[in-house]
């Protein structure tokens, strides 16, 4: 179950957390990974790491902001039967303290890049007879998080975003789903609490765990195998769903 022996998938932003641990598990399931990344450092040690385990993977330094650029990368790629829509950056603040050109950046990467994606996948999906797509949305699309204006804002987008693909592309054979982790225990988190919690880490780290219902935060191989699921053959009755992997976030009040 749940082979994608020498399908060729494209993911985003996989050179560290969860675009890394969907890298390093869909590999490991047989497809043919092609990591898109602006972190070159990251993304050849996630390349390593699948090779040395003999799986096949290679990088491609690209801005997903950057429409050619993603339209000539996917080009020189070709065969694309699976797209993970996985590169975002975050921000913090709320509607009148977020500046208009953090607001602009935010939406180029989370929005703007998965468009830049999608334009260039699908016409390659199309004719080969199909595909998966599989975006990166957020519980912030489905409940209101304090401070997070911009970010949630593009993650309502990726949700909606969703439903129009899988709409469209019905009878293209080209399923569109998204995922809606909580907070996922990466660098970035660590990363995020070293800068602005300097004095304190270890205290918020525990509070951030805890928000979830649950009592932790979750793990990005958890994410990677919610993902594996919905891109692999056995998923091919589900298109159009969001899929929360939240620890309880969203529908159990504690």
């Given at each position: 179950m749940f082979s994608l022996k020498n399908k060729s998938a494209i993911i985003t932003g996989g050179g560290s957390g969860i675009g890394k641990a969907i890298a390093v598990?869909?590999?490991?399931?047989?497809?043919?990974?092609?990591?898109?990344?602006?972190?070159?450092e990251?993304?050849?040690?996630?390349?390593?790491?699948?090779?040395?385990?003999?799986?096949?993977?290679?990088?491609h330094k690209c801005d997903v902001s950057k429409q050619a650029q993603v339209v000539e990368i996917f080009n020189s790629i070709g065969q694309v039967d699976i797209l993970v829509n996985n590169a975002g950056i975050a921000h913090i603040g709320s509607a009148d303290t977020t500046a208009e050109a953090d607001f602009d950046r935010v939406m180029n990467v989370n929005v703007k890049g998965a468009y830049n994606c999608l334009f260039a996948a699908i016409p390659?999906?199309?004719?080969?007879?199909?595909?998966?797509?599989?975006?990166?949305?957020?519980?912030?699309?489905?409940?209101?998080?304090?401070?997070r204006f911009a970010y949630s804002t593009s993650k309502g987008a990726i949700f909606a975003m969703t439903l129009s693909v899988a709409r469209d592309y019905l009878h293209d054979n080209i399923r569109c789903?998204?995922?809606?982790?909580?907070?996922?225990?990466?660098?970035?988190?660590?990363?995020?609490i070293a800068k602005n919690y300097p004095d304190n880490q270890e205290e918020i780290f525990d509070k951030l765990s805890k928000?979830?219902?649950?009592?932790r935060m979750g793990k990005p191989e958890e994410?990677?195998?919610?993902?594996?699921?919905?891109?692999?053959?056995?998923?091919?009755?589900?298109?159009?769903?969001?899929?929360?992997?939240?620890?309880?976030?969203?529908?159990?009040?504690?």
């Open positions: 598990l869909f590999a490991q399931r047989g497809a043919i990974v092609h990591i898109i990344e602006m972190d070159t990251a993304a050849s040690a996630t390349v390593n790491e699948i090779q040395q385990s003999g799986g096949k993977a290679s990088y390659l999906m199309k004719t080969k007879g199909g595909g998966v797509i599989l975006n990166t949305a957020s519980i912030a699309a489905s409940v209101g998080l304090v401070d789903n998204s995922i809606s982790p909580a907070r996922i225990h990466t660098p970035f988190v660590d990363g995020f928000s979830q219902p649950i009592g994410v990677a195998a919610l993902a594996l699921y919905l891109c692999s053959e056995e998923a091919g009755f589900i298109t159009g769903c969001d899929y929360p992997i939240d620890g309880g976030f969203i529908k159990i009040n504690t």
